[in-house]
C-alpha cells in the first residue's frame, strides 16, 4: 500500500495535467459516480445494513436519493454555475470586463462521518468534483463495511488517479491531515474539528466543517400536536437518532408535556410497531461506545416511555425522558441517540433564553401555528439552519446551503453552494491599453494644494 | 482583554445592533468622523508612512467614504432575507436564506495602508450587524494613536473597541473566543492567527501576500504599460500587498521597458525622487535593510540609491534576475521591480504556476486572447489585465487571496457577507401531511418510487401523467390550504 503522501502527491500530479478542467470531464466522472450508485445498490444497502441496521429503503430514503439528487442538479446545472459571472461596473471601469472566473483549488480532503456513511462522504465529492478538483477521501472507520465497500467501488468507477480513497483510523487520519491540501471538507464532531482545522493552519488551506450541537426543537402551545409529534418522531428516531440535524431535545409549556408523551408514542407504534427490537426500520447504534454513552445519559431521568436495550445488538429503545433537569448530563452534550428529553418552559421568552444561553446549534426546529411565534424565534435566536413545523428538511432542499455556525460549524455545502465551496471565485477586470487621457488623474505629480472635495 | 470582549458580548447580546437604523446611525458617524477628522487622519497616514496628505486621501480615505457610501445605500437590500427556489416537495413552503449577524468579530489590520485596511473591514462588521473590536498595527504608531482617539468619539463604545500593542498584546487578544477573524499581513502571521482560530472555531479571512507576476507580452503598448505599472509599482513605495512584484517577459523587451519605465519615474517624481512630495520612504529601518539585502549580487540598470537616515530606497530595476536569487524568493514589499526573462507565454505559465499562487496577477497585452489563457492557466486571488491593481477598486468584485495568498474575501457585498451567518430557513405549515407519509416507516416499495419521483422532479422531466397525478395532488393540496 502506497504512502500517504505518494497517494496525495499523485492526485495532485493528476490534478496538474489539467484533466478535470473541461466540463466534459467531471460530468462524465459524476455520470459514473450516478451508475456506481445504481448499479451497485445491492452492495452499498448491504454495507449501509451492517454498519447501522439500515434496510434498502433507509438507505435509500436517507442516503442514497440525496446524492442522486445532488448528482443530477450539479450535471445539469453545471454549465452554468461554471461561467465567467459578469460584476457590476463602477464609474472608472465603464469600458472594462469586470467579471468573477471560478477555477479549482485544486486537491480537496473530504472526511466522512460514519452515521450516513455514504451520504457524508459522497455528497461533498459531487461537489469538489464539479468545480473541478482532484478529490482524496477518507471514510469514517467506525462505519467500516462502508469504507471498505467505498475503498473497493470508488476506483472501480472513477478515474483511480484523481479520486483516491484512504482507509483507517486515528494515526492515518492525522497522517493525511499533516499532507497539504487546498480545502478540507469534515463532517464529524466539535473537537475533532478543532484539530482539523489546526491541522489546516499549518498550510493555511480553508476548511468546512459540518459539526454538531444540540437542535433545539420548541413546541408551542398554538400548535396541531399530532402532526407535530409525528413529524418529531420521524426525525428523531431515524437512524436510531444519530443525525446531526436531529431535534436532540424538546423545549415545551409543562401543560403539553403529556400530550406530547401520549402522541410521540402513538407515532413511534405506527412507525416501529408495539417492540422497535423487531422493526425493520429501526436503526441500532454504531458501536460500543456510542451504545455506553447514550445508555449513561438515561440514568437517573424520569423514563417516560422506553428507556430499555439489549447490548449484544447495540437496540436502544426509542426513549423519551420527562421533566429534564437542564443541569443533567444529558442536556450537556450531544444527545447523538434515540433518547428525547423534554425540558419546561414557561414561555416563548423563556425558550429563546435558553437557547442562547447555549452554543449555537446546527439546527433550530419551532412548531406553532403561530407565525409571529416562529418569526421571533428565528429573529431572537441563531443556528445552522432552521426548519419551522418540520423536522431535518431544511437540508434536503437544494437551493439552501447546509452548514452550521459557531460550535456548530462553518462554511456549507449542498447544490450550487457546493461549487462555490470547492471553487476559487476569482475576480477580474480587464482593461485595454487605451484611454490612459482618463488616467492621468491618478500619477503623479499630484497638484500643489487638494481641491475641494 | 477578556473582560473587554466579555464587554462587547453583552452589548452585542442586547440586540442593540440588530435594528439596521442603528446600523446605519453608527456608519453615518463613522462618515462624519472621516469628514470632520480628515486633518488629524491624513497627518497620521502621512506621518507613518512619509506620504503626502493628497496622496493619503487618495489611497485611503476615498475608499473608505465610497464602502460607507455602498453600505449606506445597500443595507437593507443586503440584510433582507433571499428566497430560494424550491422543489415539488416544499413548493407551498416558505424557503429563504436569512443574513444575520455573527457576535463579535476582531479586525487585525496591517502597517501599509493603516487607515482602510482597518476600516473597510470595520464597515462590513458594523453594517452587518457585529461587535468589534479593531487591532491596528503597531508599526504604523500615528495612525494606531489616532484611531484609538477618534473611534471611541464617534461609535457605541460598547459595541467597538480599538485596541493598541505589540506581539503581547495581539497574542492576549487572539488567546479571546471571536465569532470572525479578519486578518491582513504576512502568511506566517496568518497560520498563527488561524491555529489560534481553530481553538475555538473561529472562521477566519486571511488576506495575505505573496510575488504578484507581471507578465509583459511582446504584442503590447509598451508604452502605456510601463506608465500603469510604474505607476503600481511604486506608489507606497511598493509597499503595496498586490504591487506588481516583478515583471515576465521576453529577453527583447527588456531594454525597452527599463527605458520607459525610467523615463515614467522622471515624469512622476521628478530629477530629484528624494525631493518628490509623492515618493513615500519605508515604514522601518528592519524593512529598509531587508529591501538593500534583496539588491546585493543584482544587476540594477536603474536606482539603487538608498539612505538608512530617511529610510529612502529609489525607484530600481534588477535585470536579467536569477529566479532563484533572494529578490525572487520573498515578497518584496519595497520599490525594486526585477525582471525575469522568459522565451515565451508557456514558459511565463509554467513560472508563474511552479510557485505559491499569488494575491494578484497582471497580464499585458493587446491580444485578449492571450489574456484569457494566462487566467485559465494559472490561479491567483484576482487578476488585473492590462493594468495593476484596479480590481481592487471595483467594490463589485471580491478582494481575497487563494492559497498562500490568503483566504476568503471581502469588500462592498462581500463585507456584509463575510461577517455574517447565511441562516437556511424552511417555514412549512402544520397541514398537508398526506405528502409526507411516503417518508413514514413502516416501509414499503412502492413509497420509493413515489419518494423518487418527487424528489427528483423539479417541474421537468418525467412523464406527463406523472406530472399531472402531482399536479392534481398539488392542487388539492392548495385548495385544502386555502380553505381550512
Same mark, same amino acid.
Given at each position: ?453 | ?148 482617539? #477618534? $473611534?471611541? @468619539?464617534?461609535? /457605541?463604545?460598547? %459595541? =467597538? ?10 497574542? !492576549? #487578544? $487572539?488567546? @479571546?473566543?471571536? /465569532?470572525?477573524? %479578519? =486578518? ?10 488561524? !491555529? ?289
Amino acid at each position: 500500500m502506497s504512502k500517504i503522501s505518494d497517494i496525495v502527491n499523485q492526485a495532485r500530479e493528476a490534478f496538474n495535467t489539467g484533466k478535470t478542467r473541461p466540463l466534459q470531464f467531471r460530468i462524465q466522472q459524476l455520470e459514473a459516480l450516478r451508475r456506481m450508485i445504481t448499479e451497485r445498490q445491492p452492495d452499498i444497502t448491504a454495507a449501509l445494513a451492517s454498519d447501522l441496521h439500515k434496510n434498502e429503503w433507509t438507505a435509500y430514503n436517507e442516503e442514497l436519493v440525496h446524492v442522486l439528487e445532488e448528482i443530477d442538479t450539479t450535471i445539469k446545472k453545471l454549465p452554468e454555475w461554471a461561467e465567467d459571472a459578469p460584476v457590476e461596473k463602477t464609474q472608472q471601469t465603464q469600458q472594462d470586463e469586470s467579471y468573477i472566473h471560478f477555477e479549482p483549488l485544486g486537491v480537496v480532503l473530504v472526511i466522512g462521518a460514519w452515521n450516513y456513511p455514504f451520504n457524508l462522504t459522497i455528497q461533498p465529492m459531487v461537489g469538489a468534483i464539479a468545480a473541478g478538483n482532484a478529490v482524496v477521501l477518507k471514510p469514517s472507520e467506525v462505519s467500516e463495511n462502508t469504507a471498505d465497500l467505498l475503498a473497493t467501488l470508488v476506483p472501480q468507477y472513477l478515474d483511480k488517479d484523481l479520486y483516491p480513497v484512504i482507509k483507517g483510523d486515528v494515526p492515518i487520519t492525522t497522517e493525511v491531515l499533516a499532507q497539504r491540501f487546498d480545502h478540507i471538507m469534515y463532517t464529524g464532531s466539535t473537537a475533532v474539528g478543532k484539530i482539523v482545522m489546526a491541522a489546516a493552519a499549518k498550510h493555511l488551506t480553508p476548511v468546512t466543517l459540518e459539526l454538531g450541537g444540540k437542535s433545539p426543537c420548541y413546541v408551542d402551545k398554538d400548535c396541531d400536536l399530532d402532526v407535530a409529534c409525528r413529524r418529531i418522531a420521524w426525525g428523531k428516531f431515524m437512524n436510531s437518532g444519530q443525525t446531526c440535524v436531529a431535534p436532540d431535545y424538546i423545549l415545551c409549556d409543562p401543560s403539553i408535556q403529556s400530550q406530547i408523551v401520549e402522541k410521540l408514542k402513538k407515532s413511534l407504534k405506527d412507525f416501529y410497531g408495539e417492540d422497535a427490537k423487531q422493526s425493520r426500520d429501526y436503526g441500532r447504534i454504531v458501536n460500543d461506545r456510542h451504545f455506553q454513552r447514550v445508555i449513561r445519559l438515561i440514568e437517573g431521568q424520569k423514563v417516560a416511555h422506553g428507556g430499555t436495550w439489549d447490548a449484544a445488538s447495540r437496540y436502544i429503545a426509542p426513549t423519551i425522558l420527562v421533566d429534564v433537569d437542564p443541569q443533567s448530563q444529558v442536556m450537556q452534550e450531544e444527545i447523538f441517540g434515540p433518547v428525547m428529553p423534554i425540558v419546561s418552559v414557561q414561555s416563548l421568552e423563556e425558550a429563546i433564553k435558553f437557547i442562547n444561553q447555549r452554543e449555537k446549534p446546527l439546527a433550530l426546529y419551532v412548531f406553532s401555528n403561530n407565525n409571529k411565534v416562529i418569526k421571533k424565534m428565528i429573529a431572537e435566536t441563531s443556528s445552522g439552519g432552521v426548519t419551522a413545523n418540520d423536522v431535518i428538511v431544511h437540508i434536503t432542499v437544494p437551493t439552501l446551503p447546509f452548514g452550521g455556525v459557531g460550535n456548530s460549524g462553518m462554511g456549507a455545502y449542498h447544490g450550487k453552494k457546493s461549487f462555490k465551496t470547492f471553487s476559487h471565485s476569482r475576480s477580474c477586470l480587464v482593461k485595454a491599453l487605451l484611454n490612459e487621457r482618463i488616467l492621468r488623474n491618478r500619477y503623479p505629480p499630484s497638484p500643489a494644494k487638494m481641491s475641494q472635495h | 482583554m477578556e473582560r473587554q470582549v466579555q464587554r462587547l458580548r453583552q452589548a452585542f447580546r442586547s440586540g442593540r445592533s440588530r435594528p439596521l437604523r442603528f446600523r446605519m446611525q453608527q456608519l453615518e458617524a463613522l462618515k462624519r468622523m472621516v469628514q470632520e477628522r480628515e486633518k488629524d487622519i491624513l497627518s497620521a497616514i502621512a506621518a507613518d508612512l512619509s506620504k503626502s496628505e493628497l496622496n493619503a486621501y487618495s489611497h485611503e480615505v476615498i475608499t473608505i467614504l465610497g464602502e460607507i457610501d455602498f453600505m449606506l445605500a445597500n443595507l437593507p437590500e443586503l440584510a433582507s432575507a433571499k428566497p430560494a427556489k424550491k422543489n415539488l416537495l416544499t413548493m407551498l413552503d416558505e424557503a429563504y436564506v436569512q443574513p444575520e449577524p455573527l457576535g463579535v468579530v476582531l479586525i487585525i489590520g496591517a502597517w501599509n495602508y493603516p487607515f482602510v485596511l482597518i476600516m473597510q473591514p470595520l464597515v462590513g462588521a458594523i453594517a452587518a450587524g457585529n461587535a468589534a473590536i479593531v487591532k491596528p498595527s503597531e508599526l504604523s504608531e500615528n495612525t494606531a494613536k489616532i484611531l484609538a482617539k #477618534l $473611534l471611541p @468619539q464617534y461609535l /457605541d463604545q460598547d %459595541l =467597538y473597541s480599538v485596541v493598541n500593542g505589540g506581539v503581547s498584546e495581539t497574542t !492576549e #487578544l $487572539l488567546k @479571546q473566543r471571536f /465569532d470572525h477573524i %479578519l =486578518y491582513t499581513g504576512n502568511t506566517a502571521v496568518g497560520k498563527i492567527v488561524m !491555529e489560534a482560530a481553530a481553538k475555538h472555531l473561529t472562521p477566519v479571512t486571511l488576506e495575505l501576500g505573496g510575488k504578484s507576476p507581471c507578465y509583459i507580452d511582446r504584442d503590447c503598448d509598451l508604452d502605456i504599460a510601463c506608465r500603469r505599472i510604474t505607476w503600481g509599482k511604486y506608489m507606497n513605495c511598493g509597499q503595496t500587498c498586490i504591487a506588481p512584484d516583478y515583471v515576465l517577459c521576453e529577453a527583447s523587451l527588456q531594454d525597452r521597458i527599463v527605458q520607459k519605465i525610467k523615463e515614467t519615474v522622471k515624469d512622476f517624481y521628478g530629477e530629484n525622487i528624494k525631493e518628490s512630495p509623492d515618493y513615500e520612504r519605508i515604514i522601518n529601518l528592519r524593512h529598509f535593510k531587508r529591501l538593500q539585502s534583496l539588491l546585493e549580487g543584482q544587476k540594477i540598470a536603474f536606482g539603487g540609491e538608498t539612505d538608512e537616515v530617511t529610510r529612502y530606497i529609489a525607484p530600481t530595476i534588477l535585470t536579467d534576475v536569477d529566479p532563484n536569487s533572494k529578490v525572487m524568493q520573498e515578497e518584496i514589499f519595497g520599490p525594486i521591480l526585477p525582471i525575469v526573462s522568459v522565451k515565451n507565454v508557456d514558459e511565463a505559465i509554467n513560472f508563474i504556476n511552479d510557485r505559491e499562487k499569488p494575491l494578484a496577477l497582471y497580464i499585458f497585452s493587446h491580444n485578449n486572447k492571450l489574456i484569457k489563457r494566462v487566467i485559465d492557466e494559472t490561479s491567483s486571488g484576482g487578476v488585473t489585465g492590462n493594468d495593476v491593481i484596479m480590481h481592487f477598486t471595483v467594490n463589485s468584485l471580491p478582494f481575497g487571496g487563494v492559497g498562500a495568498s490568503g483566504m476568503g474575501a471581502y469588500h462592498g457585498k462581500y463585507s456584509f457577507d463575510t461577517f455574517s451567518h447565511q441562516r437556511p430557513c424552511l417555514l412549512k405549515g402544520l397541514k398537508g401531511e398526506s405528502v409526507n407519509k411516503l417518508r413514514y416507516p413502516p416501509n414499503s416499495q412502492s413509497k420509493i418510487g413515489w419518494a423518487k419521483f418527487f424528489l427528483l422532479k423539479q417541474f421537468s422531466r418525467g412523464g406527463l401523467v406523472m406530472l399531472m397525478v402531482a399536479c392534481l395532488a398539488v392542487a388539492a393540496a392548495m385548495i385544502v390550504k386555502e380553505y381550512l
